[in-house]
């Protein structure tokens, strides 16, 4: 009756999970922008990206068959990249005749497709791990190391505290829904009512969701100013980072630099 | 009319792996009324989320003469009528009136059958008055009564409640416990309280752990304090 | 997972760089701005209000309902947000909701994070407001120019974000604008009518329930012009351009192109390994070759290091307590 499985933190003792979340997010974060910098087609730069996310997944004891699951929910957007295969000039691999017209599918056109496709899969991959790696309340310091203003990062920090409480309320108002949802026995009649009245219906949900969501704010506002808060957001200071962790961060940072210089080169 | 639940070796764990019905077996008869009690986490929740189909578990479950099947889903949902713990879940239309029609409605029931039904099921609820009300205002006592409502509309053959007396005040309890004496309908009550389920249902059945500890007469049941206690009960 | 996404959360990889980044400098000054304004417009609810908001767009996204056979209607929030809160408010929320998505759930990538935010957050929300207020005004402030305002201010948020898209995705050459601008702009110019009917079954509920609430979206006179206008610029642009650049791929060809020209470039301008090595094999394959043999090293390391690290956790774990 809970939908905690929402949340995707795996609590595991791995040295990822140890990792500073500030060193872990801007890696990640580094990582993703060295992919999304190498250009198409260069393979070799690919073969050793995967390699080092592979390398992050197997390290954070997450099961790399977990990651790639979860990797696979990106891949329905890859069909908007298909067309490139056909409409990027170049000499035809296959011709495919489709009706009046003729598809080419091109040298470059295969080879921008697939680029796009890896690069796509293998950052999903680190997202994945930096999520996995990383409970909430550290996602949270890490934004605020990275200089995100504290009102955001409050609003950050209250929509995940009411997530779970009002996913919960959704699914039981689904549930109820379903539960009233029925089928006579009098012959020759159609369930489900007219599209606009489930429409409304749904539509009448979500208002109640928004309104209850807006009284309980009104609620947690009073118990913020039970406990003294005037408006401001004030927030310990973040702890300094350990040796290790600039030492990871730097080394992490080298050698995505490095790739990428060896991506161009090649 | 069958007006009858059977459920047979009912297991089922959740997502997260934990076990919350092992091999659960009971068999309700037309027009009995019977209480379900037992502490938190025993399963009885879980158990009535099985009788409408939300949740599937391995065994069998058989409602009003039909299997709890995909097949079946919505002619059993027609005929069982289930009502959750927290009535704000449930009321999620606008205005009383909406929420009252929406079972019928969406049985495709024509409009002047459905008005019928509404008034008749508010009626029975004593809340006739109450049609053109909004839902959000309503005191939890009168939520409860209107979510009784939204499923009598439908005319199911079964009742089954989840804690209807939770967090009522005493004059809205003893009016909601008059209310179930006078339904005539079979009837499932998931309940702590005891004082009620000794008023209003000659049989008790106890569950703890996921399983049936103990099936039987109430009166009988109830003066068995060692058994009430080994499950978290209290005489009342 | 219940919760499906949208077609409109663009992955990593599918925007270029310079895209890329771009809208991420466009989405900083928007929310910068839009936090100087909610600090001092609204009170100090608005933390605990913007929070649970954006946990109930959430988990409003997960609510559907079938439309045919399969497939069903979801909410984006935007346009009830923007009611609901005003834009400024709303813009932050939303950032908040695209932000949980993409960072926890992968829903939408993280470098391509400012794009969507700009798409969802910013054009979602400008245009929202900017049809919102242009049917109430034009009503009088009468109860039908909420409901039609609400479902016209939803759909045209889907449909203008879905638009925007497209030419996002054609600037960065991952799809051509001649496909994707009538592809996304038709499967969301469905999609957006969803959004309106669920929009306006929730401002139905609103207003019998709270219909207070319907008026605090009203905008001071300075700020809210601004919303409107740059609403009104953003959905003519993107109707304007759209058509254009589907009619005539080749003016967004040919920067894709210049791009993909440019990136392919770059290949042979810092080539400086002769181009065989190895009599029958290529530069290139060789390279691959190497980096996989490397790449296989790298994995292989990691597994034996989480292995010895287990192994000594499990020994210090069986060691006798004194």
């Given at each position: 009756?809970?939908?905690?499985?929402?949340?995707?933190?795996?609590?595991r003792?791995?040295?990822?999970h140890?990792?500073?979340?500030?060193?872990?997010?801007?890696?990640?974060?580094?990582?993703?922008?060295?992919?999304?910098?190498?250009?198409?087609?260069?393979?070799?730069?690919?073969?050793?990206?995967?390699?080092?996310?592979?390398?992050?997944?197997?390290?954070s004891?997450?099961?790399?068959?977990?990651v790639?699951?979860?990797?696979?929910?990106?891949?329905?957007?890859?069909?908007?990249?298909?067309?490139?295969?056909?409409?990027?000039g170049?000499?035809?691999?296959?011709?495919?005749?489709?009706?009046?017209?003729?598809?080419?599918?091109?040298?470059?056109?295969?080879?921008?497709?697939?680029?796009?496709?890896?690069?796509?899969?293998?950052?999903?991959?680190?997202?994945?791990?930096?999520?996995?790696?990383?409970?909430?309340?550290?996602?949270?310091?890490?934004?605020?190391?990275?200089?995100?203003?504290?009102?955001l990062?409050?609003?950050?920090g209250?929509?995940?505290?009411?997530?779970?409480?009002?996913?919960?309320?959704?699914?039981?108002?689904?549930?109820?829904?379903?539960?009233?949802?029925?089928?006579?026995d009098?012959?020759?009649?159609?369930?489900?009512?007219?599209l606009?009245?489930?429409?409304?219906?749904?539509g009448g949900?979500?208002?109640?969701?928004?309104?209850?969501?807006?009284?309980?704010?009104?609620?947690?506002?009073?118990?913020?100013?039970?406990?003294?808060?005037?408006?401001?957001?004030?927030?310990?200071?973040?702890?300094?980072?350990?040796?290790?962790?600039?030492?990871?961060?730097?080394?992490?940072?080298g050698?995505?630099?490095?790739?990428?210089?060896?991506?161009?080169?090649? | 009319?069958?007006h009858?639940?059977?459920?047979?070796?009912?297991?089922?764990?959740?997502?997260?792996?934990?076990?919350?019905?092992?091999?659960?077996?009971l068999?309700?008869?037309?027009?009995?009324?019977v209480?379900?009690?037992g502490?938190?986490?025993?399963?009885?929740?879980?158990?009535?989320?099985?009788?409408?189909?939300?949740?599937?578990?391995?065994g069998?479950?058989?409602?009003?003469?039909?299997?709890?099947?995909?097949?079946?889903?919505?002619?059993?949902?027609?005929?069982?009528?289930?009502?959750?713990?927290?009535?704000?879940?449930?009321?999620?239309?606008?205005?009383?009136?909406?929420?009252?029609?929406?079972?019928?409605?969406?049985?495709?029931?024509?409009?002047?059958e459905?008005?019928?039904?509404?008034?008749?099921?508010?009626?029975?609820?004593?809340?006739?008055?109450?049609?053109?009300?909004?839902?959000?205002?309503?005191?939890?006592?009168?939520?409860?009564?209107?979510?009784?409502?939204?499923?009598?509309?439908?005319?199911p053959?079964?009742?089954?409640?989840?804690?209807?007396?939770?967090?009522?005040?005493?004059?809205?309890?003893?009016?909601?416990?008059?209310?179930l004496?006078?339904?005539?309908?079979?009837?499932?009550?998931?309940?702590?309280?005891?004082?009620?389920?000794?008023?209003?249902?000659?049989?008790?059945?106890?569950?703890?752990?996921?399983?049936?500890?103990?099936?039987?007469?109430?009166?009988?049941?109830?003066?068995?304090?060692?058994l009430?206690?080994?499950?978290?009960?209290e005489?009342? | 997972?219940?919760?499906?996404?949208?077609?409109?959360?663009?992955?990593?990889?599918?925007?270029s760089?310079?895209?890329?980044?771009?809208?991420?400098?466009?989405?900083?000054?928007?929310?910068?701005?839009?936090?100087?304004?909610?600090?001092?417009?609204?009170?100090?609810?608005?933390i605990?209000?913007?929070?649970?908001?954006?946990?109930?767009?959430?988990?409003?996204?997960?609510?559907?309902?079938?439309?045919?056979?399969?497939?069903?209607?979801?909410?984006?929030?935007?346009?009830?947000?923007?009611i609901?809160?005003?834009?400024?408010?709303?813009?932050l929320?939303?950032?908040?909701?695209?932000?949980?998505?993409?960072?926890?759930?992968?829903?939408?990538?993280?470098?391509?994070?400012?794009?969507?935010?700009f798409?969802m957050?910013?054009?979602?929300?400008?245009?929202?407001?900017m049809?919102?207020?242009?049917?109430?005004?034009?009503?009088g402030?009468?109860?039908?120019?909420?409901?039609?305002?609400?479902?016209?201010?939803?759909?045209?948020?889907?449909?203008?974000?879905?638009?925007?898209?497209?030419?996002?995705?054609?600037?960065?050459?991952?799809?051509?604008?001649?496909?994707?601008?009538?592809?996304m702009?038709?499967?969301?110019?469905?999609?957006?009518i969803?959004?309106?009917?669920?929009?306006?079954?929730?401002?139905?509920?609103?207003?019998?329930?709270?219909?207070?609430?319907?008026s605090?979206g009203?905008?001071?006179?300075?700020?809210?012009?601004?919303?409107?206008?740059?609403?009104?610029?953003?959905?003519?642009?993107?109707?304007?351009?759209?058509?254009?650049?589907?009619a005539?791929?080749?003016?967004?060809?040919?920067?894709?192109?210049?791009?993909?020209?440019?990136?392919?470039?770059?290949?042979?301008?810092?080539?400086?390994?002769?181009?065989?090595?190895?009599?029958?094999?290529?530069?290139?394959?060789?390279?691959?070759?190497?980096?996989?043999?490397?790449?296989?090293?790298?994995?292989?390391?990691?597994?034996?290091?989480?292995?010895?690290?287990?192994?000594s956790?499990?020994?210090?774990?069986q060691?006798?307590e004194?």
């Amino acid at each position: 009756m809970h939908a905690h499985f929402l949340d995707p933190y795996i609590q595991r003792a791995s040295p990822i999970h140890r990792l500073d979340p500030r060193i872990k997010l801007v890696l990640a974060i580094a990582f993703i922008f060295t992919t999304a910098l190498t250009p198409p087609g260069a393979w070799p730069a690919y073969v050793l990206l995967f390699s080092m996310v592979l390398a992050v997944e197997l390290l954070s004891d997450l099961g790399v068959g977990y990651v790639l699951k979860r990797a696979v929910l990106a891949l329905p957007f890859v069909l908007a990249a298909v067309p490139v295969l056909f409409t990027l000039g170049g000499p035809a691999l296959v011709s495919l005749p489709v009706g009046r017209w003729t598809l080419e599918l091109s040298q470059p056109g295969l080879e921008r497709f697939l680029s796009i496709a890896l690069k796509s899969w293998i950052s999903v991959q680190m997202a994945i791990v930096l999520a996995s790696s990383t409970s909430f309340p550290d996602l949270l310091v890490a934004m605020r190391a990275i200089r995100i203003p504290r009102l955001l990062v409050s609003v950050f920090g209250l929509m995940w505290r009411y997530l779970f409480v009002l996913a919960d309320e959704t699914l039981r108002l689904m549930r109820a829904r379903t539960a009233r949802s029925g089928q006579s026995d009098l012959p020759g009649l159609k369930t489900g009512g007219s599209l606009l009245w489930r429409a409304r219906i749904t539509g009448g949900m979500a208002g109640s969701l928004f309104l209850r969501g807006i009284e309980r704010s009104d609620r947690i506002y009073m118990a913020m100013v039970s406990r003294g808060y005037d408006g401001e957001v004030r927030s310990l200071p973040l702890p300094a980072l350990r040796p290790t962790h600039w030492l990871v961060l730097v080394c992490g940072l080298g050698i995505l630099v490095l790739l990428l210089l060896l991506a161009y080169l090649v | 009319m069958h007006h009858s639940i059977v459920v047979e070796d009912l297991s089922f764990s959740y997502s997260d792996g934990h076990t919350a019905l092992r091999d659960v077996s009971l068999s309700i008869q037309p027009c009995e009324k019977v209480a379900l009690v037992g502490p938190n986490g025993a399963g009885k929740s879980t158990l009535i989320l099985h009788l409408n189909g939300i949740l599937k578990g391995q065994g069998r479950v058989h409602v009003c003469g039909l299997d709890v099947t995909d097949k079946n889903l919505a002619r059993v949902r027609a005929m069982v009528g289930l009502v959750f713990q927290a009535p704000d879940d449930q009321l999620f239309s606008p205005t009383v009136y909406d929420d009252v029609a929406f079972g019928p409605l969406y049985q495709g029931l024509p409009q002047s059958e459905v008005e019928q039904r509404v008034q008749e099921a508010l009626a029975a609820v004593h809340m006739s008055d109450y049609a053109r009300r909004v839902s959000h205002h309503l005191s939890v006592g009168e939520k409860k009564r209107i979510a009784i409502a939204t499923v009598l509309s439908m005319k199911p053959e079964v009742l089954v409640l989840d804690e209807p007396t939770a967090g009522l005040d005493p004059r809205a309890r003893r009016s909601l416990i008059h209310l179930l004496a006078e339904l005539p309908l079979t009837m499932l009550v998931s309940t702590h309280d005891m004082l009620m389920a000794r008023e209003l249902f000659p049989r008790l059945v106890i569950m703890d752990e996921g399983k049936v500890v103990a099936d039987g007469p109430t009166q009988a049941l109830m003066d068995d304090i060692e058994l009430l206690e080994a499950h978290g009960l209290e005489r009342p | 997972m219940l919760y499906s996404p949208e077609p409109m959360h663009i992955p990593d990889g599918f925007l270029s760089v310079l895209v890329s980044i771009l809208l991420w400098v466009a989405s900083i000054l928007v929310i910068a701005y839009a936090l100087r304004r909610v600090s001092r417009d609204l009170d100090e609810r608005k933390i605990p209000l913007m929070g649970v908001l954006a946990a109930a767009i959430f988990a409003g996204q997960m609510l559907n309902f079938t439309v045919a056979g399969g497939t069903s209607g979801h909410l984006m929030g935007a346009a009830i947000a923007t009611i609901l809160l005003g834009p400024w408010a709303a813009i932050l929320v939303l950032t908040v909701v695209v932000g949980v998505q993409a960072l926890i759930f992968q829903d939408g990538g993280l470098l391509v994070l400012g794009a969507n935010i700009f798409n969802m957050g910013v054009i979602g929300v400008a245009v929202s407001y900017m049809a919102y207020q242009t049917v109430l005004r034009l009503s009088g402030g009468r109860k039908w120019g909420i409901f039609a305002g609400g479902f016209i201010a939803a759909w045209l948020s889907i449909f203008i974000a879905a638009l925007a898209v497209a030419l996002q995705l054609a600037l960065s050459g991952t799809s051509p604008a001649n496909l994707a601008v009538p592809t996304m702009g038709g499967i969301h110019a469905l999609i957006g009518i969803g959004e309106g009917l669920i929009t306006l079954g929730a401002l139905a509920f609103i207003y019998a329930v709270r219909p207070d609430l319907l008026s605090a979206g009203k905008e001071s006179r300075g700020s809210g012009v601004l919303v409107w206008v740059v609403g009104l610029l953003i959905a003519l642009g993107l109707a304007i351009a759209s058509p254009l650049a589907s009619a005539h791929p080749d003016g967004l060809e040919w920067v894709a192109e210049q791009k993909g020209f440019l990136d392919a470039a770059q290949g042979p301008l810092y080539s400086i390994i002769p181009d065989y090595v190895f009599p029958g094999m290529s530069n290139e394959a060789l390279a691959t070759i190497l980096a996989g043999i490397l790449g296989a090293l790298i994995v292989f390391g990691a597994a034996i290091a989480i292995a010895y690290a287990r192994r000594s956790r499990q020994q210090t774990d069986q060691t006798p307590e004194p």
